[in-house]
């Protein structure tokens, strides 16, 4: 049973910064491309980051360039979204998600496996 486990979200003021932690088990994690997504209330779940499966190759969204940084441990079948400079629009639930695609990967429909998800709150 293929699991992903969120966790490190939390209550930050404005220009903290956050670290998220996915933690995945039941799946070979260096064959999956990893995603985190978000969702504010009443809006759609957006795409965030993406690494490709050996964290060689990211890409993120123009909301959070230069600000979030993800990264991945193979060894630990772990995820990560360092995130920096936050403000209140980063408020929302953060999702990681697994995806068999070999590439840079920013669709949430192509991501197969999905986390359940780590609320991050920011204060002005």
């Known amino acids: 049973q293929v699991q992903l486990v969120e966790s490190g979200g939390g209550l930050v003021q404005a220009g903290g910064s956050l670290r998220l932690s996915c933690a995945a088990s039941g799946l070979t994690f260096s064959l999956y491309g990893m995603g985190w997504f978000r969702q504010a209330p009443g809006k759609e779940r957006e795409f965030v980051a993406t690494?490709?499966?050996?964290?060689?190759?990211?890409y993120y969204g123009d909301s959070v360039k230069g600000r979030f940084t993800i990264s991945r441990d193979n060894a630990k079948n772990t995820a990560y979204l360092q995130m920096d400079s936050l403000n209140p629009e980063d408020t929302a639930v953060y999702y990681c998600a697994a995806t068999t695609y070999p590439t840079i990967e920013t669709i949430k429909a192509n991501y197969y496996y999905w986390g359940q998800g780590t609320q991050v709150t920011v204060s002005s």
């Open positions: 690494s490709t499966r050996s964290g060689s190759s990211t």
